[in-house]
T-cell receptor, first 112, second 115 residues
Framework: NAGVTQTPKFRVLKTGQSMTLLCAQD?????MYWYRQDPGMGLRLIHY???????AKGEVPDGYNVSRLKKQNFLLGLESAAPSQTSVYFC???????????FGPGTRLTVL | AQKVTQAQTEISVVEKEDVTLDCVYE???????LFWYKQPPSGELVFLIR??????QNEISGRYSWNFQKSTSSFNFTITASQVVDSAVYFC????????????FGRGTSLIVHP
């Protein structure tokens, strides 16, 4: 039982490049989330999904897109990376919005 | 709108001291859920506890205890006889029962336990 996994663990991009972060969970959770964590800012929700084929905006969605084509996967895309998107990205999943979340190990992204 | 405030940015203690991490929340809903998560230096976030708004009983788990007081909208976390392994960032979070409300996290409190 792997829980929540994230790929890749580290990535360096140049400004304007694109990339996709992959999150996978094997707990059959309906809800999945993408957060970014910056020093002193805590966890800020980027996008979330309440089920396969559905996504919704969180607190800081600009510059990101997501897709949930399969229940177990939640993809986060950056179409044109900017230095302001340098951060640690966490994926999480839960049974419902009011249940505890299970987090992945994080992806450290640097945009030069 | 809901809000979670962790006023303590960083706390530094010496091993074996007791320490309390404060969490104050704001919501107009009567049904809600409160959480604490731990993020050790390794970076991964780990769930510690969940309480619902109808259960004000304090919870104790080993050296950890949680004090939920609706009268002051607080859900404080106490570590008794702290250890170096308790060094981490601790996050308090709030969720509502309604399907459209997303969880809200506080900014976290960094706890440093010195040997």
């Amino acid at each position: 039982n792997a829980g929540v996994t994230q790929t890749p663990k580290f990535r360096v991009l140049k400004t304007g490049q694109s990339m996709t972060l992959l999150c996978a969970q094997d707990m059959n959770h309906e809800y999945m989330y993408w957060y970014r964590q910056d020093p002193g800012m805590g966890l800020r929700l980027i996008h979330y999904s309440v089920g396969e084929g559905t996504t919704a905006k969180g607190e800081v969605p600009d510059g990101y897109n997501v897709s949930r084509l399969k229940k177990q996967n939640f993809l986060l895309g950056l179409e044109s990376a900017a230095p302001s998107q340098t951060s640690v990205y966490f994926c999480a999943s839960s049974l419902a919005l009011y249940n505890e979340q299970f987090f992945g190990p994080g992806t450290r992204l640097t945009v030069l | 709108a809901q809000k979670v405030t962790q006023a303590q940015t960083e706390i530094s203690v010496v091993e074996k001291e007791d320490v309390t991490l404060d969490c104050v929340y704001e919501t107009r809903d009567t049904t809600y859920y409160l959480f604490w998560y731990k993020q050790p230096p390794s970076g991964e976030l780990v769930f510690l506890i969940r309480r619902n708004s109808f259960d004000e009983q304090n919870e104790i788990s080993g050296r950890y205890s949680w004090n939920f007081q609706k009268s002051t909208s607080s859900f404080n976390f106490t570590i008794t006889a702290s250890q170096v392994v308790d060094s981490a960032v601790y996050f308090c979070a709030l969720s509502l029962s309604g399907g459209s409300y997303i969880p809200t996290f506080g900014r976290g409190t960094s706890l440093i336990v010195h040997p």
